[in-house]
């Protein structure tokens, strides 16, 4: 079953819509494997957003990142990368649709509430970034038979 790492910025984590936040990826049917409230440091920070180094808007990136807490996650589910983006909605949340994290919370780019992994590869990357092996929880969910019916 596929994996994705899923972080509640500052912002969300300030404006109390953590609870509104992973009531959604839990409504949706995806399993919660791993989950902590952590204050990245600036060089975790610099390393999971690397693919924006050079970026005008890098250094404001990795400020706000750092700039309080964050709820780091990791939540399992077919198809759960695309499926945890599209809950997220758009980078931009003017752009987000209504319905998602983003439309529904947001309004500015710089304030956009979650972050969710884009592919496999940085899904892998980024959980592994955050989470030890024995941090993520194998365990059976019940209500699983009913969000699988085959
Ligand atoms: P996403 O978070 O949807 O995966 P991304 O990986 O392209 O988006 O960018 C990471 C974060 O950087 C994004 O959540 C907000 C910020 N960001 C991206 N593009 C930006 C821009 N043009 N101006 C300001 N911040 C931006
Ligand atoms: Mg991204």
Redesign the pocket.
Known sequence: MEKTFVMIKPDGVQRNLAGNVISRLENKGLKLKGLKLMQISESLAKTH?GE?EGKP?FQS?IDYITSGPVIAMVWEGENAIEVTRNIMGE?DPKKAAPGTIRGDLALT??A?IV?GS?SPESAEKEIGLFFSQDEIIDYNLTLESWVYQD
């Open positions: 957003y924006h808007f990136l980078t780019i710089g956009n972050h884009d």
